[in-house]
């Protein structure tokens, strides 16, 4: 387990490491899920606590506009959505 400690900036780093080594290994071609799957492989052996396919509830100003889930939540600080396209454009950036 990651020590709570940790700055975001150092999290994130794993996080992005993990994300190579899977791209790395894999390369290009897969459904989103088998991505997911050996992600969270990765973030388990780096003892990152996460949750995949975690429902959250999303409030504007006291509001509840609804639910949306998000592919994983890491350390109870970041989201991570993953998306296996040869090219990223503004409608995923959203």
């Not at 975001?8 to 997911?36: D, P, R, W």
């Not at 052996?45 to 509001?63: A, D, T, W």
């Amino acid at each position: 387990m990651i020590d709570t400690q940790y700055a975001e900036s150092e999290l994130t780093g794993k996080i992005i490491g993990c994300a190579m080594e899977v791209h790395k290994a894999l390369g290009n071609g897969f459904q989103e899920k088998i991505y997911q799957k050996a992600f969270a492989i990765e973030l388990h052996s780096q003892g990152l606590n996460f949750v995949q396919e975690h429902e959250m509830s999303i409030y504007y100003k006291g509001h509840f506009l609804g639910k949306r889930r998000v592919d994983m939540f890491i350390e109870n600080k970041i989201m991570v959505e993953l998306k296996a396209v040869i090219l990223l454009d503004d409608a995923h950036l959203a």
